[in-house]
């Protein structure tokens, strides 16, 4: 096993992702496991065979069909692929209603993150804003590598639907983590010369 995960290593620095998963295959059907399904699945999404990382993700889902690594798996390969259709939307359904049949409200809140994704690939920012709002609630509080993300996407749903001050605040949430984060300190630039600007026409107004 070990020799063959070291071709592995080898084949991903090559870029042979197909090969990689025809390895991964190989060790799954050895000894079945989730872990060695999904990794063959990643394998041939990254190499483009969408049918064979397909079948790799039923097998796993035959194991389990509520299990969390698959079915996120399968979420973020939706969203690479086509975030807009039907079919990601449904996926990213999926993950959640696995979520909440395994108790995990982090899962759960991530899937929200992607249907939120799915409606700001859209445009319906109202939408993506429910959503995204759900998303990050649920995410508050714990280390999950999606928060930052989809609070800056939150913010911009919000830009989009007039609420700045709102729009702000996630910004402001995002640079407390993480005082380098350059999109929340544009996002924060961009509504400070709105706002002086509207404050500059109330002015000449008067």
Avoid: M
């Amino acid at each position: 096993l070990e020799t063959e995960l070291a071709v592995v290593n080898l084949l991903y620095k090559q870029k042979r992702f197909e090969e990689a998963g025809e390895i991964f295959l190989k060790i799954a059907e050895q000894s079945p496991s989730i872990d060695w399904y999904v990794s063959a699945g990643q394998s041939f999404s990254a190499a483009k065979k969408t049918d064979r990382a397909k079948a790799a993700y039923d097998k796993a889902l035959a194991i389990d069909p509520n299990s969390l690594k698959t079915r996120l798996q399968l979420a973020v390969d939706a969203q690479s692929a086509d975030a807009t259709s039907d079919a990601a939307l449904a996926t990213f359904g999926e993950l959640k209603k696995a979520a909440e049949a395994k108790g995990s409200k982090d899962t759960a809140a991530v899937a929200e993150g992607f249907i939120g994704y799915h409606y700001i690939a859209l445009k319906d920012w109202k939408q993506a804003a429910e959503h995204l709002e759900l998303s990050v609630k649920g995410l508050e509080g714990t280390t999950s590598a999606y928060l930052p993300s989809f609070t800056i996407l939150l913010a911009g749903a919000l830009l989009q639907t007039q609420e700045l001050e709102k729009a702000k605040q996630c910004y402001e949430k995002v640079l407390k983590a993480n005082p380098a984060n350059e999109d929340a300190k544009k996002g924060i630039e961009y509504i400070n010369t709105v706002q002086a600007q509207g404050k500059g026409a109330k002015k000449g107004k008067k």
